[in-house]
């Protein structure tokens, strides 16, 4: 059967999914150690603030173009055969992931400052 043109296309949209993660994650360099002071991830957070949101709407780029991946990847999975039980897995993964606010710092409340002693 002859295929459309966005059918032959279709696979590359994970390629350009983990090309935008890891440039996103290569861009955003380190951050600071779970050992430091609440002072010092404050102050990191603070002046990187703007180069962080930035990066977390281009990170936020890549997942249509995973989800359309997941997509894609079940749809070869099922039209390949079997029990459909291993087509599933693809759209659960993509359509779950962790919350944002745990495993990104910027959407974090800034109400957490650190407080000073008195």
């Known amino acids: 059967m002859q295929q459309s043109r ?30 430091d002071s609440a002072a010092k991830v404050w102050a990191y957070y603070s002046r990187h603030h703007d180069k962080h949101i930035t990066l977390a709407f281009i990170l936020a780029i890549a997942l249509p173009f995973l989800v359309f991946f997941a997509s894609t990847l079940r749809h ?33 409340s800034r109400s957490r400052a650190p407080q000073k002693r008195r």
């Open 6 to 35: 966005w059918e032959r296309l279709a696979p590359l949209t994970g390629v350009v999914a983990v090309a935008i993660i890891v440039a996103v994650f290569a861009i955003g360099g380190s951050t600071p150690d779970e050992h």
């Open 76 to 108: 070869e999975l099922r039209r390949a055969g079997g029990t459909g039980q291993l087509s599933r897995l693809p759209s659960a993964a993509a359509s779950s992931p962790p919350p944002a606010s745990a495993c990104w710092p910027p959407f974090t």
